[in-house]
């Protein structure tokens, strides 16, 4: 079964708001990459995660690593439309096992 | 730079039917994985390779087979399609120890009828 559990599932935003999706694991994760896929897309790497306490920025897109390295979260300042898709997790080493996904629609 | 290249991109088999999908990637990338999406059910791995002439099942491998025998092409086989290979169908390839992820091909949508 996936070793990685996201949620929400689904989450609308009206433009301007801000987004979060969080991604769980029951073990510690020696890494973990977030990837967001466009409808009708394919998947596009954004970042991977190394550290315990990690946090990267891209932009208006934050990405942390929880302490323990069991969990994670992408947060999107003031969302755009552009920002439609759905935003996997993957983890926890090769080959990496995705998360369900959190699908992200933007009312403008 | 082409990246990882899927065919065929859509097809429609019978119940029953073999065929096999390409992947061709000309990153030098050592890993190659397939994956299918379902709805709901994010991307499920059904075999991967770590490099040429080898393959390791899967989250999800019966039905399936691979083969390796290039370093840039990984090939998924279905012998005897059912309508629960009703998917869409991701190769992906990567350079192990390397922070880049994975790189995806375009997908290939297949129906089962």
């Known amino acids: 079964g996936q070793q990685v559990m996201q949620i929400p599932q689904y989450q609308h935003v009206q433009e301007g708001e801000d987004f979060t999706t969080y991604c769980n694991s029951s073990t510690t994760l020696s890494n973990i990459q977030w990837y967001k896929q466009r409808p009708g897309g394919h998947p596009v790497f954004l970042i991977q995660l190394v550290k315990s306490g990690e946090v990267k920025k891209q932009k208006r897109l934050t990405f942390q690593f929880g302490e323990a390295k069991k969990n994670s979260s992408l947060h999107i300042t003031a969302t755009q439309t552009t920002d439609v898709g759905t935003y996997f997790c993957?983890?926890?080493?090769?080959?990496?096992?995705f998360g369900a996904g959190t699908r992200l629609t933007v009312k403008p | 730079n082409a990246g990882v290249t899927q065919t065929p991109k859509f097809r429609v088999l019978k119940t029953g039917q073999s065929m096999t999908l390409l992947c061709a990637q000309d990153m030098n990338h050592e890993y190659m994985y397939w994956y299918r999406q379902d709805p709901g059910m994010g991307l499920r791995l059904i075999h991967y390779?770590?490099?040429?002439?080898?393959?390791a099942k899967g989250e999800v491998p019966d039905g399936y087979n691979v083969s390796r025998l290039k370093k840039q092409n990984f090939l998924l086989g279905l012998e005897s399609a059912a309508p629960s290979q009703t998917s869409v169908y991701f190769c992906?390839?990567?350079?192990?120890?390397?922070?880049?992820?994975?790189?995806f091909g375009s997908g290939t949508r297949l129906t089962v009828v």
């Open positions: 992906a390839s990567s350079y192990p120890g390397r922070s880049y992820g994975y790189t």
């Open positions: 993957a983890g926890p080493r090769d080959p990496m096992r």
């Open positions: 390779s770590v490099g040429e002439g080898t393959t």
